[in-house]
C-alpha cells in the first residue's frame, strides 16, 4: 500500500512538472512562432526560443516517465495494455516532442543567417522556415493522438483495477476519446481548443487528489 502511494505522489509530481513545463514554453515561444516575419522575430528572441525547446524537452521527459513509474501497477490488470501505454505515452510522445524541438532549434540556426542573407535567400530562408514550422504543428498533432490512444488504455485499465473511482476513470475515457477527436481535426487544420478543456479538467482533478 505504501508504495502505491509513493508511486501515485510521484505520478503527481511527474504531472505537475510536465504540465508547468509545458505552459512556460508556450509563454516563451507563442508569440514569437506566430509572427509573421517570422525568423526575424526568433533571431531577435532567440534565447526564448530555446528556453521554450527546452521547456518542451521538460515536459517530454517527465510525462514520458509516468507510464514507466505506473508500468508495474498496471501490468497486474493488464499487460498488455499496459505495455502498450509505456509504448504510446513513453516513446512514441516522446519521439514527437523531440521532432518538435529539433524544428525549433532548426528556426533558430535559420534565423541566424537570416540577417545578413541577400533578398533571394531571404524568401529561400523563410520558405524553409514556414516548412519547419508546420512539421512542428503538425507533429503536435500527432502528439495529441498518441497522447489520447495512451491516455485510453491508461483510463481502462483505471477504470479495470479500480485505482480510482469508476466516474472518474470512465470521465477520463470519454475526454481522451474528445481529445483524439481534437487531435485527428487539427492534422486537416481544424483547431477545437475547448475539446481539450475536459481531459486537462480530469487530470488535474484526480492526480490532486493523490
Same mark, same amino acid.
Given at each position: ?5 509513493? #508511486? ?5 509530481? /511527474?504531472?505537475? $512538472?510536465?504540465?508547468?513545463? @509545458?505552459?512556460? %514554453? *508556450? =509563454? ?69 516532442? #523531440? ?5 525549433? /532549434?532548426?528556426? $533558430?540556426?535559420?534565423?541566424? @543567417?537570416?540577417? %545578413? *542573407? =541577400? ?76 475539446? /481539450? ?14
Amino acid at each position: 500500500m505504501n508504495n502505491g502511494k509513493s #508511486i501515485a505522489r510521484l505520478v503527481g509530481v /511527474l504531472f505537475i $512538472v510536465g504540465t508547468a513545463a @509545458g505552459m512556460l %514554453s *508556450a =509563454v516563451f515561444t507563442g508569440s514569437i512562432l506566430e509572427s509573421a516575419d517570422l525568423l526575424a522575430e526568433v533571431s531577435a528572441n532567440e534565447n526564448r526560443v530555446i528556453l521554450g525547446t527546452l521547456f518542451v524537452l521538460i515536459m517530454g521527459i517527465s510525462l514520458a516517465l509516468v507510464p514507466v513509474v505506473v508500468y508495474p501497477i498496471l501490468r497486474e490488470c493488464n499487460e498488455a495494455l499496459a505495455l502498450g501505454y509505456v509504448v504510446f505515452r513513453g516513446a512514441l510522445e516522446t519521439f514527437a516532442y #523531440i521532432v518538435t524541438a529539433i524544428s525549433w /532549434l532548426s528556426l $533558430v540556426a535559420l534565423s541566424k @543567417g537570416y540577417a %545578413s *542573407a =541577400v533578398s533571394p535567400d531571404n524568401m529561400s530562408l523563410q520558405n524553409m522556415s514556414r516548412l519547419l514550422l508546420g512539421v512542428g504543428e503538425q507533429t503536435n498533432s500527432i502528439t495529441m493522438i498518441l497522447f489520447s490512444l495512451g491516455a485510453l488504455m491508461f483510463y481502462y485499465l483505471l477504470y479495470q483495477s479500480r485505482l480510482i473511482p469508476k466516474w472518474l476513470s470512465g470521465w477520463g475515457l470519454v475526454a481522451a476519446s474528445v481529445y483524439l477527436a481534437a487531435g485527428v481535426s487539427a492534422l486537416f487544420g481544424a483547431q477545437l481548443a475547448i475539446a /481539450l478543456l475536459p481531459l486537462a479538467l480530469q487530470e488535474m482533478v484526480w492526480r490532486c487528489g493523490l
